[in-house]
């Protein structure tokens, strides 16, 4: 089983829609949480932490259920420039200060 | 500011060469870690540094896989008798400490094709 497991995917949504991901991961002592951004062919860069309150920024809002291990990232009111592959992340617990990644969800969001 | 860099941004090499990547981290930044993407895949973790130890290298596949960054700034991933499966992106990231939410920033990578 993976350490991080996503929605398989793609997604394709028209322009305004509202779009969730979902990610389990295997790992209870995990202490930190994140969704990276990855467009075609580029570096994967920090969307938003995730915190077990929930946070939000601006369309974006993400969720943390620890009891059941679960994350999740809402879009709302989707926009072109949102298309890229959405990755959850689980970050540094205990001794080891790595990110493990999930697989990635692809988005494409259409005009 | 500049962020991290890595050379060369593609390599080509033939099966059983041996290859240097290189990472210049984030000025200041103490934390460096090695990942490797494969097609349709998240990045994998490899190795990471604190300042110019490896203080987990449990993500290097085997022996062929090795990295140094003598002086706590720049780093080199050396990949000896490269094989056919070692062919993907290689992402070199830093971040300012250890901490639980310290974020790391990803270079561009270096797509590595073994012929």
């Known amino acids: 089983r993976k350490e991080v497991e996503q929605d398989p995917g793609p997604f394709n949504v028209p322009e305004g829609a509202t779009v969730a991901f979902n990610c389990t991961y295997s790992?209870?002592?995990?202490?930190?949480f994140f969704w990276y951004r990855q467009d075609c062919r580029k570096e994967p860069k920090l969307l938003m932490s995730?915190?077990?309150s929930g946070n939000e920024d601006g369309r974006f809002t993400a969720q943390l259920n620890r009891a059941s291990q679960y994350i999740s990232l809402l879009i709302r009111d989707s926009k072109l420039s949102d298309s890229a592959t959405y990755l959850c992340?689980?970050?540094?617990?205990?001794?080891?200060?790595?990110?493990?990644f999930g697989s990635g969800t692809q988005l494409t969001v259409l005009p | 500011g500049a962020g991290v860099s890595q050379t060369p941004s593609n390599k080509v090499t033939e099966k059983g060469k041996y290859v240097e990547l290189r990472c210049d981290p984030i000025?200041?930044?103490?934390?460096l870690y090695w990942y490797r993407q494969s097609l349709g895949q998240g990045p994998e973790f490899l190795i990471y540094?604190?300042?110019?130890?490896?203080?987990?290298d449990s993500g290097l596949p085997n022996d062929r896989f090795f990295a140094v960054r003598p002086e706590g700034s720049v780093s080199t991933l050396k990949i000896q008798r490269t094989e056919r499966g070692d062919s993907a992106v290689y992402l070199c990231?830093?971040?300012?400490?250890?901490?639980?939410?310290?974020?790391?920033?990803f270079g561009p990578g270096t797509r590595l094709t073994v012929l």
């Open positions: 992340v689980v970050g540094p617990s205990g001794s080891a200060r790595q990110l493990t």
């Open positions: 790992n209870s002592a995990s202490q930190s």
């Open positions: 995730v915190y077990s």
């Open positions: 000025s200041g930044h103490t934390a």
């Open positions: 540094f604190q300042g110019t130890g490896a203080a987990d």
């Open positions: 990231a830093s971040a300012m400490g250890q901490g639980y939410y310290n974020e790391q920033f």
